[in-house]
């Protein structure tokens, strides 16, 4: 019996994000790759799908898809936002979002739930109050991956997973995850960011004692 042609649609808000991913897979070289059965390509897309014309062709052609995050400060969530929301509401193909970190990376980047500003987390730190340098009010740290889960308000069957760059072991494996994933339905998230809240220098938190 032959290979399985898959194609995975990967998104992201930047191209190289979504170029790391795939070049992790395939351990740099860019191109199909064999995974069990399945002979996969990947489409490459970046940016605000609302201005790239092809894109009802990328969804009708994909398989599965895969959206590629790195940070999720206000800004960059504001730009997820808009891949997540413009995906059908009714999918009949996997869907997995992978956080993408550097090896050995032990910080992230998240915005204050209050005012904006921009702050880096330990991993660490989650699970303990802390509070944001600028407005001053405090919060329960959530790991990135809680935390992204809670602002596009994914359903439990999205399946997100954190990748490591350059290593292909882990970038297979969530490749391999999506694949054998159900197919499952989504609800875009609905709600806004107040932009004017946004603070660009990122500081870090101020944690609280218990």
């Known amino acids: 019996m032959g290979l399985k042609n898959i194609n995975t649609l990967t998104l992201s808000i930047y191209q ?31 940016g605000d799908p609302g201005q790239i014309s092809a894109w009802d062709r990328y969804i009708s052609r994909a398989n599965a898809i895969a959206i590629v995050v790195r940070f999720i400060d206000v800004l960059s969530l504001e730009k997820i936002k808009l891949i997540y929301r413009a995906l059908p509401t009714e999918l009949n193909m996997p869907l997995a979002v992978f956080l993408l970190r550097d090896k050995g990376e032990i910080d992230f980047k998240i915005s204050c739930p209050s005012c904006g500003q921009k702050l880096w987390l330990r991993d660490t730190d989650v699970g303990r109050r802390g509070r944001c340098p600028n407005c001053k009010k405090p919060f329960v740290i959530l790991s990135q ?66």
């Open 145 to 210: 991956g809680d935390h992204l889960k809670t602002q596009l308000m994914l359903p439990e069957s999205i399946h997100l997973e954190t990748i490591v760059r350059d290593d292909p072991t882990s970038a297979r494996n969530a490749l391999n995850n999506l694949l054998e994933s159900m197919s499952v339905g989504i609800k875009p998230a609905v709600s806004s960011i107040n932009m004017e809240a946004l603070k660009n220098a990122t500081g870090r938190i101020q944690l609280t004692d218990p």
């Open 16 to 46: 190289d994000l979504a170029e790391a991913f795939v070049a992790s897979v395939t351990g740099g070289r860019m191109e199909d790759i064999i995974v069990g059965e399945n002979l996969v390509h990947f489409d490459l897309v970046s």
